[in-house]
């Protein structure tokens, strides 16, 4: 049985930092990928950031030279480095997985999207203000 715990978030003033986490647990498999999603109240899912079993990455645009994704193969966690935060990043942000692939290395925006991935964790709340 996967389950995703995320861990990290916060409030936190504009332009300052913070470093989410997503612990994976049951999870043994291979090839696997691992995003970052977030959503703010009436506004769309977002994929925020993924990260494959091979280290290849993508970030949705709004995001890039902001936002680092990394893994830690031997702790089963996936972090989400967020710096010089905007009040627009303000959200819910969950942790997701699938084993297989999430199509970060394929052109397009499939990474990116919630059907991708077939594991979810709870969510952690980003306020910046």
């Known amino acids: 049985h996967v389950q995703l715990v995320e861990s990290g978030g916060g409030s936190v003033q504009v332009g300052g930092s913070l470093r989410l986490s997503c612990a994976a647990s049951?999870?043994?498999?291979?090839?696997?990928?691992m995003g970052w999603f977030r959503q703010a109240p009436g506004k769309e899912h977002e994929g925020v950031a993924a990260i494959d079993s091979d280290g290849n990455t993508r970030y949705a645009d709004s995001v890039k030279g902001r936002f680092t994704i990394s893994q830690d193969n031997a702790k089963n966690t996936v972090s989400l480095q967020m710096n010089s935060l905007k009040p627009e990043d303000t959200a819910q942000y969950s942790c997701a997985a699938i084993n297989g692939d999430c199509y970060v290395r394929h052109l397009g925006q499939a990474w990116a999207s919630g059907d991708v991935y077939k594991y979810w964790g709870q969510g952690t709340q980003v306020t910046v203000s």
């Open positions: 049951g999870y043994t498999y291979r090839t696997y990928c």
